[in-house]
């Protein structure tokens, strides 16, 4: 089973600043099968990105993400008070098909 | 504008079943999609239970595959889980999901699906 790490476990930042989460894959992941979602209290997840560097639709342009090796990236170029919230990266195509990270809490400094 | 909305009971006695169902509007659980359902133990991170092709072809998350039954009726355009042996430890947020391009595009609200006696 792959494992995703997800770092830093809380980030704390202010409305305008830059975010960048990460994701550790355990082993191989192709770019084409990472994902990240944004999970707000009491919501379901929602798709930000797909194919490690899709926005989703109409997901805002300040969200983006990368890929290096195992390494996965999103960057959250000005937050936004509406973008603090969880955010969990996945990868798909190891067994289980679908393997979540642990998240990452994007929280108001 | 695709939806997905799941139902059932929100309580179920340990070693009982647990049975929801995701009612899907805006597509056809007979298009090329796949289905999944996912779960969120409270204040925890989301496991994928399943996923299913109206064709019949399902994948189960190994964790589970031994209690774990996905089913579609493409009549009622929609799917079903049911969940066997339940224990305090399958009590969580229990989603429906579509399937997009090696990820889920679309979420239902979620259930909360509570064991106890």
């Known amino acids: 089973e792959i494992v995703l790490t997800q770092s830093p476990g809380t980030l704390s930042l202010s409305p305008g600043e830059r975010a960048t989460l990460s994701c550790r894959a355990s082993q191989s992941v192709s770019s084409s099968y990472l994902a990240w979602y944004q999970q707000k209290p009491g919501q379901a997840p929602r798709l930000l990105i797909y194919?490690?560097?899709y926005r989703a639709t109409g997901i805002p342009d300040r969200f983006s993400g990368s890929a290096s090796g195992t390494d996965f990236s999103l960057i959250i170029s000005r937050l936004e008070p509406e973008d603090f919230a969880v955010y969990y990266c996945?990868?798909?195509?190891?067994?289980?098909?679908?393997?979540f990270g642990q998240g990452t809490k994007l929280e108001i400094k | 504008q695709v939806q997905l909305q799941e139902s059932g009971p929100g309580l179920v006695k340990p070693s009982g079943t647990l049975s929801l169902t995701c009612a899907v509007s805006?597509?056809?659980?007979?298009?090329?999609?796949?289905w999944s359902w996912v779960r969120q133990p409270p204040g925890e991170g989301l496991e994928w239970i399943g996923e299913?092709?109206?064709?019949?072809?399902?994948s189960y998350n190994p964790s589970l595959e031994s209690r774990v039954t996905i089913s579609v009726d493409k009549s009622r355009n929609h799917f079903s889980l049911k969940l066997t042996s339940v224990t305090a430890a399958d009590t969580a947020m229990y989603y429906c999901?579509?399937?997009?391009?090696?990820?889920?595009?679309?979420w239902g609200q979620g259930t909360l699906v509570t064991v106890s006696s």
């Open positions: 805006g597509d056809s659980i007979s298009s090329s999609n796949w």
């Open positions: 194919g490690a560097s």
């Open positions: 999901a579509r399937n997009g391009f090696f990820s889920l595009d679309y």
């Open positions: 996945q990868q798909y195509g190891s067994s289980p098909l679908y393997t």
């Open positions: 299913l092709y109206h064709g019949g072809t399902i």
